[in-house]
C-alpha cells in the first residue's frame, strides 16, 4: 500500500470517527428536545385541565350568586306596593324605577293611611346587595311607624322611621361599625281635601304649575345615619291643591348620572326643564322621555346609581 493511499485511509477513519461523534450527540440531542417537548405538552395538558377546572368552580359560584341575587329580587319587588291599588287612587301617575344593578337601594312605597294617601320615594345607602338589605330594614320600619303615629303627620312618621332605623342598626349610640340610612320624601293627602303635607329627609318636592316649577326642601338630614339626633325633627310643609298641579320625586341617581359631551351630571336644573317640557304629555310617555332623556345624557358612560322617579296628580 503507498503511502499517500495510507494517509487518505486515515484521513478517512478520523472524519468517520468524528461523523460518528456528531451524530451521537445529535442523537442525543434530539432525544432530549423529545424529552423536553413530552414533559411541556403534559405540563400544558395539566395547565388547561387546572384552568377549565378553575373556570367550573368560577361558572357554579358565579351562577350560585346570581341565581340568589335574582331571588332576592323578587324578595324586594314583593315589598313595593300593588300598582293596581296605586292606579285605584292615583290616575295619572308613573314610577320609573331602575336598580342599577338587580337589586338596589331606591324604594317606594303607596297606600292608604288612615283617611289619606301616602306616597313615598327613598333611596338608602349603597346600591346592589348592601342597599337592597337597606331597603327592608327601611319599610319594616315604616310599616311599624304608621302604627306609631297618628295618620296624617308626615314629619312625625318619618321622625319614627329614622328611629327605628338607628335602633335596628344600633347607630343611636356611640359605639358600633354602621353609619347607613335612607333619605327620603314622604307626601300625604286626603282625597277632596285642598291640601297636601310634604314632609323630608334630605329630599325635594317638585311641584308643576303651567311652565313654573317650585322645589320644596325637606329637612337637611337623613333617616338613621349615627350623626343624626334620635330626637331630630322633620318638618311638615303644606301645600295648597289647586287644579293642574303635577308632582314629582326623584332619587339621586338621576340628577348625579353623568354624561353628555363635557361628562357632566343631569343636574336639577336640566330635570326642572325636562319637566316643563313634558307637561301636555300623559304620565306614561312622561316616563319614557324621563327615562329617554336619562339614557341620552348617559350615553357609553357607566350608571352610576340606582334610578327613581315619582310623578302623579292629586
Request: hydrophobic share 40%.
Amino acid at each position: 500500500m503507498s503511502e499517500d493511499l495510507e494517509k487518505k485511509i486515515k484521513k478517512l477513519e478520523r472524519e468517520v470517527r468524528v461523523l460518528t461523534k456528531k451524530l451521537g450527540r445529535a442523537e442525543e440531542n434530539q432525544a432530549i428536545m423529545e424529552e423536553t417537548k413530552d414533559r411541556f405538552d403534559a405540563m400544558y395538558q395539566n395547565v388547561l385541565a387546572e384552568r377549565h377546572a378553575a373556570e367550573e368552580k368560577l361558572t357554579e359560584a358565579y351562577n350560585v350568586i346570581t341565581s340568589s341575587i335574582t331571588y332576592a329580587s323578587r324578595i324586594q319587588r314583593s315589598i313595593l306596593p300593588d300598582a293596581g291599588f296605586i292606579e285605584a287612587v292615583l290616575t295619572d301617575h308613573f314610577i320609573f324605577w331602575e336598580p342599577r344593578d338587580v337589586v338596589g337601594g331606591d324604594i317606594y312605597w303607596a297606600g292608604a293611611w288612615g283617611e289619606g294617601f301616602l306616597v313615598m320615594l327613598g333611596d338608602c345607602t349603597g346600591h346592589g346587595v348592601p342597599g337592597a338589605f337597606m331597603t327592608l330594614i327601611s319599610m319594616g320600619s315604616l310599616e311599624r311607624a304608621m302604627h306609631d303615629v297618628p295618620s296624617g303627620d308626615v314629619g312625625a312618621l318619618i321622625q319614627r322611621m329614622h328611629q327605628y332605623i338607628q335602633i335596628t342598626l344600633r347607630q343611636q349610640s356611640t359605639g358600633g361599625e354602621s353609619d347607613d340610612g335612607i333619605e327620603m320624601g314622604a307626601c300625604y293627602f286626603v282625597p277632596d281635601d285642598d291640601e297636601l303635607l310634604f314632609a323630608g329627609a334630605r329630599f325635594e318636592l317638585f311641584i308643576v304649575d303651567g311652565d313654573e316649577v317650585e322645589t320644596i326642601k325637606g329637612t337637611k338630614s337623613g333617616l338613621g345615619y349615627r350623626s343624626i339626633a334620635y330626637d331630630q325633627v322633620f318638618d311638615n310643609k303644606p301645600i295648597p291643591l289647586h287644579p293642574g298641579q303635577s308632582f314629582y320625586m326623584t332619587s339621586d341617581g338621576l340628577i348625579d348620572q353623568v354624561g353628555g359631551e363635557r361628562n357632566r351630571s343631569f343636574g336639577k336644573r336640566r330635570f326642572r326643564n325636562l319637566l316643563v317640557e313634558i307637561q301636555d304629555l300623559s304620565f306614561a310617555d312622561q316616563m319614557a322621555r324621563i327615562e329617554a332623556a336619562l339614557h341620552a345624557h348617559q350615553g357609553s358612560q357607566p350608571r352610576r346609581d340606582d334610578v327613581a322617579v315619582i310623578g302623579f296628580k292629586v
